[in-house]
C-alpha cells in the first residue's frame, strides 16, 4: 500500500499511475515529457530510448519503472524481452550498436550523478555516430527517469509482479502513447 492514499486501488492503477491519477494536474505535463522523450520523432528510436528508461530504472532499483519500460522496450525492438534482459544484465557484451552502449554508458553516469558524464563518455558516443541531440535526449531520458523512479519509490507504489502484468501496458503505451487510460486492470491483459 502507498505511503498516501491515493484514492485508487493500486492493483488497477499500479506504479506511477496511482499517484498521476491523484494528481492530474502534474500528471499532465510528466505524461507530455515521457511522450516527448520516449516516442516523438528525431531522435533515437522509441525501442532504444524505453530501453535507457530501462536500463536507468534498473540501476536505481524501482520495480514498476523497469519492468514496465523493460516490456515498453521490448515490444518496440525486434530481438524483444531477449535484448532487454542482456543489456541490463552486462551492458558490454549485450548484442547492440556500439553508438547504443555509449549512449547508454552516459545514461548510467547520469544515474550516478549528471556530474559524472565526463567529455570522453560524449566524445566516445560522437566517435560512434551519436548526434548532439541523441546525447541530450540521452541524458534527459536518464535524468527524467531518476526523477520518475523516485516519485514511484518514495510514495510506495505498488508492482505487479511478472512481466504479464505489463505486457498490457506495453501495447497501450505503444498504440496510444503517454497519458492514454487503461481500459482494462492490467492484470487482466494477456497480450505476448
Do not use: W
Amino acid at each position: 500500500m502507498a505511503h498516501i492514499d491515493l484514492g485508487i486501488d493500486e492493483k488497477e492503477f499500479p506504479g506511477v499511475t496511482g499517484p498521476m491519477r491523484y494528481r492530474p494536474e502534474t500528471a499532465k505535463p510528466l505524461n507530455e515529457l515521457a511522450e516527448v522523450l520516449l516516442r516523438a520523432p528525431h531522435t533515437l528510436p522509441p525501442g532504444e530510448r524505453e530501453l535507457i528508461a530501462a536500463y536507468v530504472s534498473g540501476r536505481n532499483e524501482c520495480t514498476f519503472c523497469c519492468a514496465s519500460h523493460s516490456a515498453f522496450a521490448a515490444a518496440q525492438l525486434d530481438e524483444g524481452m531477449t535484448l532487454v534482459d542482456q543489456v541490463r544484465a552486462d551492458l558490454d557484451s549485450a548484442p547492440i550498436s556500439a553508438k547504443l552502449r555509449a549512449l547508454l554508458r552516459i545514461a548510467g553516469a547520469v544515474q550516478i550523478s549528471g556530474r559524472n558524464v565526463t567529455t570522453e563518455l560524449v566524445a566516445d558516443a560522437r566517435a560512434e555516430g551519436a548526434t548532439d541531440l541523441e546525447i541530450h535526449d540521452t541524458v534527459l531520458i536518464a535524468a527524467a527517469f531518476c526523477m520518475f523512479n523516485r516519485y514511484v519509490d518514495g510514495l510506495g507504489t505498488f508492482a505487479p509482479e511478472g512481466q504479464e502484468a505489463y505486457a498490457g501496458m506495453a501495447h497501450r503505451i505503444v498504440d496510444f502513447g503517454y497519458g492514454s487510460e487503461p481500459r482494462h486492470r492490467p492484470s487482466e491483459h494477456n497480450h505476448g
